[in-house]
């Protein structure tokens, strides 16, 4: 999967970022390379999802499909 990120210098210092295609998932850091690291866990939360709260009958599928 690739998504596009909009890196913002702030006006602070260091970076921020957001990920248009998540909404709300966005994330800052004080090096690019303190950005990038806080990207890939900020992307991770947003699109995680608990599944032991989800109910599943006999006739559902869960599926994982890489995009």
């Known amino acids: 999967m690739k998504l596009r990120v909009i890196v913002h210098e702030a006006e602070e210092g260091g970076y921020w970022a957001e990920v248009p295609s998540i909404l709300g998932c966005a994330t800052q850091g004080e090096t690019f390379e303190e950005l990038l690291h806080n990207l890939y866990e900020a992307i991770e939360g947003c699109l995680s999802?608990?599944?032991?709260?989800?109910?599943?009958?006999?006739r559902d599928k869960?599926?994982?499909i890489a995009v």
């Open 62 to 64: 869960m599926l994982e």
């Open 49 to 58: 999802v608990d599944i032991r709260d989800m109910q599943l009958t006999k």
